[in-house]
């Protein structure tokens, strides 16, 4: 008998050696039959389960075999992990599903669920059903149906009938494979990563390895909720719950009644994310809205070659307030189901969060490079040899009498051997063939439907919901207000999203009872609720994390972060979850939202750089990203609605950065001419005013003949104010406000440079990673070849009170660096 696992051939030999060595049953149990008497699985069910974790087990050895010759790109494997298959049996296949990527064998059980049943009723249960507790749809085990016909065979006969059983796992493993040599053929992510997901499995594809997915389940079971509550009290008046608006609404996407499962990592526990996760759905608990997210930890003892200390993930997990603590052996499959079927029902029934520990083993290691020898010992391996869940099974199924070790060797050889034939087949299929292939289910762009959306909205809104409109506003519409400020023009046009996207929420630290901490969002409670317009616990991660999973459940969520700085430390929400779900989806999955973000610089008398951060770089860099900058009251309300349309259209993820210093200015040039304000137009004229993502302003001072000033936010203003000085001396300006840093106007950008042939560039971030650098780079590119200067702001933190004008762009140095540049 071997003493440790070093290769992928000796947890083969290991295994083969167990099955060999299992004693016959001294009589065998019809398969309809519990395992044991007091058993909640049959023993059809027991195998069912068995060939889910040979098929993940069979994957992972291709995945190595794989690696050997230079075609497979993926080694993280699910060895030691596969009694989470008893995880997704407890479940219904109608549960979203969040995978940690040892999941592979709950992943194989649920499409195998879905196989068995291709069409689940999607119907809501009644309210009553909904809060009952009940037993998990174990009938949804794949061959269950069969083992129990009275019709077929029993008996010996009946298993080795059963070992062609990987009919119902196939579609499972052709995906995985796929994954692993990353053929575009792979039906979620086409090639662009191996992950787990499928829309019709209801699994939500993750590449997370730090638990970054977390507090998007947080998210999801939220809306869940949110939507059941919704669709109960639809129901009872006769109307269903409709996702969106307009033409394109849908039906929410999974049954009132259906929780959410997130799996994950023991060292994942650690994680800044796991924890702002934990912590937002206790919070939300114990204020008593429901959140009804089944996490589970696959516990391993392992973060990649770092122990967890002996002890601390079950003291971490059972310390988690407003949180049901579970635990089972993963060895165990019998324990496993009992225990997750009794968590899910839990979950189900009071729609409250719960943790399922599972214990697991790892075995061969982290992933294909990993030599564990080099950190466990001998004994060590051998300890979790003997816990392996795959023969823990095998081992119920012949002391029960449902199988023989032959019998059980054969369905292990048959999977091979089809895994293998699998494994040769997608070796030979396409992958990506260029960056156009890859980048097209990035963040596709329709802006004839987005303006056309918004034309729609602008005929509601004038139309059949002229009078909610009229009484949303107590029958002053904004339109009438006279002149706004930013902030203003802001505020009416959230009120107006809201009148026409029903599912739009609001969300934020003080959005609701305070209104903002600038006013932004006054009011916005009063009209539409506190179901709409909410109060967050103040953590960004936990922020951005309801609002991905919103999202994703069909709602369109509009989260505030109170200050740019304060993005910082929850970014990885936008770039690792947000930006990648169109990518490793193909669009099968989507996260529309649009972040309100408070931020850049000039905030007299208030603050350091934290409430002053001019720092928008690392938004920049996120791919597929939308990032509108409005300066002018007369474009921030045009350019939120088609924020919202590419949302509700496209799936699109946008930043709406305000500028904090704008909100509440009044004047451009002396104090009193009231030039910064402007009129909120009628629903008439929103279709004429309508703004596309990636189109700039001008503004022409003089003859505009002389010099370009490309700017944006609070560079407008000033550039404004330059221009103005400027004119005096006989110089005519162009002043270019880009309003989107991503995608930037970039035919704007070389337009407008062009007819001048100087061109100044004024960017209030910083000079190293600024928005300066993507303007000069973008006139470099098209073979500009006029005059360029910058002004930016400097590389520092920008400091409190009035050292702060040391460091940042002024209209002096505007004026300063036209000059210079029409002196050469």
Not at 172 to 199: N, Q, T, Y
């Amino acid at each position: 008998m071997l003493s440790d696992v070093t290769t992928p051939q000796d947890l083969d030999d290991r295994f083969r050696e167990t099955l060999a060595a299992l004693p016959a049953a001294e009589r065998r149990r019809d398969p309809a039959d519990p395992v044991t008497d007091d058993a909640p699985l049959t023993g059809a069910q027991l195998l069912d389960l068995f060939d889910a974790q040979v098929t993940s087990r069979q994957l992972d050895l291709a995945g190595r075999w794989l690696r050997s010759f230079g075609e497979g790109f993926y080694t993280i494997g699910s060895a030691g992990h596969e009694g989470n298959a008893a995880v997704a049996a407890a479940l219904r296949p109608t549960d979203p599903a969040l995978l940690h990527y040892r999941s592979g064998a709950f992943y194989c059980l649920r499409a195998a669920q879905v196989a068995a049943d291709p069409a689940p009723s999607a119907e809501p249960s009644t309210e009553a059903e909904s809060t009952t507790e009940t037993e998990p749809t174990s009938a949804r085990v794949p061959s269950a149906d069969a083992a129990v016909s009275e019709a077929e065979p029993s008996g010996s006969e009946q298993v080795t009938e059963a070992a062609g059983n990987f009919t119902a796992y196939a579609d499972a493993a052709r995906d995985v494979l796929r994954g692993m040599v990353a053929s575009s053929l792979e039906p979620i992510a086409g090639g662009r990563h191996k992950v787990f997901g499928r829309a019709d499995l209801a699994i939500v594809p993750t590449t997370s390895t730090i638990a970054s997915h977390l507090p998007r389940a947080v998210g999801m079971g939220l809306a869940v909720e949110r939507l059941r509550r919704l669709d109960s009290a639809g129901r009872r008046t006769g109307a269903g719950v409709r996702v969106g608006s307009g033409a394109g609404a849908t039906h929410a996407p999974w049954p009132p009644d259906a929780i959410v499962v997130c799996s994950f990592g023991d060292a994942s526990v650690n994680h800044a994310s796991a924890t702002a996760a934990f912590n937002t759905a206790g919070w939300y608990d114990h204020v008593g809205l429901r959140i009804p997210v089944l996490f589970v930890c696959e516990d391993n003892g392992l973060g990649i070659s770092v122990r967890s200390p002996e002890g601390w993930v079950e003291a971490t997990l059972r310390a988690k307030p407003g949180i049901r603590y579970f635990s089972a052996d993963g060895s165990d499959p019998v324990q496993t189901y009992a225990v997750a079927a009794e968590a899910a029902a839990w979950v189900r029934r009071n729609r409250r969060p719960a943790v399922l520990h599972l214990r697991t083993v790892r075995l061969m290691g982290h992933a294909g490079a990993d030599a564990e020898t080099a950190y466990r010992s001998p004994a060590e391996l051998a300890e979790d040899l003997d816990r392996d869940p795959v023969a823990g099974t095998a081992r119920l199924l012949a002391a029960a009498g449902v199988a023989t070790g032959a019998e059980l060797l054969s369905r292990y050889d048959e999977t091979g051997w089809q895994v293998r034939r699998l494994a040769e087949e997608v070796l030979g299929e396409p992958k990506l063939a260029g960056a156009a292939d890859v980048v097209s289910t990035l963040a596709p762009r329709r802006p004839v439907r987005v303006a056309r959306a918004v034309a729609d909205a602008a005929a509601r809104a004038s139309g059949p919901g002229a009078a909610a409109r009229a009484e949303a506003f107590g029958g002053k519409p904004p339109e009438l207000a006279g002149p706004m400020t930013l902030a203003q023009s802001i505020n009416a046009a959230l009120a107006d999203g809201m009148l026409d996207h029903p599912q739009m929420a609001v969300f934020g630290e003080d959005v609701a009872a305070k209104g903002g901490v600038y006013g932004v969002t006054k009011g916005l409670r009063d009209r539409f609720g506190a179901a709409r317009v909410f109060d967050t616990l103040l953590d960004e991660t936990s922020v951005l994390g309801l609002g991905l999973g919103a999202g994703l459940a069909g709602m369109l969520p509009v989260p505030e972060i109170q200050y740019l700085a304060y993005l910082h430390n929850a970014e990885d929400q936008l770039r690792g979850e947000a930006a990648t779900m169109r990518f490793f989806s193909q669009g099968a999955f989507r996260n529309p939202m649009v972040v309100r973000v408070a931020g850049l610089a000039y905030q007299e008398g208030f603050g350091g750089h934290f409430h002053n951060d001019n720092s928008v770089a690392v938004l920049r860099d996120v791919p597929g990203l939308v990032i509108a900058v409005p300066a002018r009251p007369d474009d921030a309300a045009p350019m939120l609605r088609t924020c919202l349309a590419s949302a509700a259209v496209d799936g699109s993820v946008c930043v709406f950065l305000e500028p904090i210093a704008l909100y509440h200015t009044r004047d451009l040039y002396t104090d009193g001419d009231g030039e910064w304000l402007a009129g909120y137009p009628e629903p008439g004229g929103w279709v004429a005013g309508h703004v596309p993502i990636g189109r700039a302003r001008v503004y022409r001072v003089g003859s505009a003949d002389d010099l370009t000033i490309i700017t944006f936010g609070n560079g407008v203003r000033m550039s404004l104010r330059a221009a103005a000085v400027l004119a005096e001396e006989g110089v005519g300006t162009r002043v270019v406000d880009l309003r989107w840093l991503a995608p930037l106007p970039v035919a704007d950008i070389i337009r407008e440079s062009s007819a001048t042939g100087r061109v100044l560039v004024v960017d209030e971030t910083r000079r190293s990673g600024g928005v300066g650098e993507g303007v000069i780079a973008a006139l470099v590119d098209a073979g500009y070849v006029g005059a360029a200067r910058r002004v930016a702001g400097v590389d520092s933190f920008v400091p409190l009170g009035p050292a702060a004008r040391h460091v940042l762009v002024s209209a002096e140095a505007i004026t300063d660096g036209a000059r210079t540049l029409l002196a050469r």
